[in-house]
């Protein structure tokens, strides 16, 4: 039976007056309560205006609650969050990671940015929240659907886990083939086909699935592989003056506005589309080098100290591609380089085989999510 959230949980609203040394915390919407959000921030600001948040009590930001920035803290006896932050202690009657859940299932954020909208920066007041309506079954139920989400949960993080080891196990490989060798090094300009360079891709940043021409933006690239998921689209006729960055699935691109240095590799279903202003694309001579140990290289920390060092922009960061055609790239024997390539090649199957148990994990979790609180 649904009830009324208001019935069950209360603002608390204590402030730290006495300017206690309570630790001081924030909320994100993948992290949930963490220290040191703000760096030194806060070291020297008044905190005496800060709010209380006792261990068993949720806090949010009201104008970020939308994408999930929400959690009960869990860690201490007391932290203390910033006074912009709705702080409210919950019933018995509720289990404080049901209610976590709830507040963050995408039926909820649906309702709660359907709600906020419109109020000052889309803020969503303690009182709004109290109108919401949950489906409170009995501790016990609540405590059994916990479970289930938290075992599921538990693996998610794990495969993760598992994603994050396999990429640094590249890292460490590349460090080991080549990290202490005195190999020459070659401007990148001189790496590229030939007739080639690095160009920028087109001002249009297309539209939601109008246009017979895909473009893909800086957004696109997660993880260092490429996304189709959110592609956007342009008619194919605004972009013939684009013909240097239309892709044939076999480039490296390159962020070169906002945050630079990401890259990915183009494969075969990217043949045909084009890239925005934000992305540069480089065709490699696979004569010199080979492009898994290009993109393993523009990852390293050598690279991105040259990038970001060449980035440049008061408002808009960017780096330009006059820079980045003479950065040097070091250049071990190609035998080496495709010794690497093929060891990459065996940890991405290893990766894909993770990252598809995760997805199909991911899948049974939001499934249960939709069934319990959609």
């Not at 933006?217 to 260092?224: L, Y």
């Not at 892709?247 to 043949?271: K, M, Q, S, Y």
């Amino acid at each position: 039976m649904k009830k009324r959230l208001g019935d069950y949980i209360q603002e608390y609203s204590v402030r730290n007056k006495s300017g206690e040394d309570i630790p001081v915390y924030s909320i994100t919407n993948s992290q949930g309560f963490c220290r040191d959000y703000f760096s030194k921030e806060v070291a020297s600001k008044d905190k005496t205006t800060y709010k209380i948040v006792p261990r068993g009590c949720f806090a949010y930001n009201p104008s970020r609650i939308n994408v999930g920035s929400v959690d009960w803290q869990r860690d201490e006896e007391r932290v203390i969050v910033s006074p912009l932050y709705n702080v409210f202690s919950v019933s018995p009657e509720i289990d404080q990671q049901y209610l976590y859940y709830y507040l963050k299932s995408s039926a909820t954020l649906y309702r709660i940015k359907e709600v906020a909208t419109g109020s000052v920066r889309d803020n969503l007041r303690l009182s709004m929240l109290y109108d919401f309506m949950i489906e409170l079954p009995s501790l016990d139920v609540q405590r059994q659907i916990v479970s289930n989400l938290d075992l599921l949960a538990s693996i998610i993080r794990q495969r993760n886990q598992q994603l994050t080891k396999l990429d640094e196990l590249i890292k460490a490989r590349f460090v080991e083939m080549f990290g202490d060798k005195n190999y020459p090094y070659e401007s990148l300009i001189n790496l590229v086909l030939d007739g080639t360079s690095l160009s920028y891709g087109i001002v249009q940043p297309g539209n939601d699935g109008t246009g017979d021409m895909g473009v893909l933006r800086p957004v696109d690239i997660v993880d260092g592989k490429l996304t189709m998921s959110s592609i956007k689209y342009i008619d194919r006729s605004i972009g013939e003056g684009f013909k240097k960055t239309e892709l044939d699935g076999d480039e490296l691109l390159i962020t070169v506005r906002g945050t630079t240095g990401i890259t990915a590799l183009t494969d075969g279903r990217f043949a045909g589309m084009n890239v925005t202003r934000g992305i540069a694309v480089i065709r490699y001579n696979r004569k010199k080098i080979n492009p898994l140990y290009l993109n393993a290289y523009f990852n390293t920390d050598e690279s991105q100290r040259y990038i970001q060092e060449h980035t440049r922009g008061a408002t808009l960061q960017q780096i330009n591609l006059s820079d980045l055609r003479i950065q040097r790239i070091m250049l071990p024997p190609l035998s080496l380089q495709n010794q690497f390539a093929a060891f990459v090649a065996e940890v991405d199957k290893s990766k894909v085989e993770v990252q598809k148990a995760l997805d199909q994990t991911q899948l049974l979790f939001d499934s249960l999510m939709q069934q319990y609180f959609g």
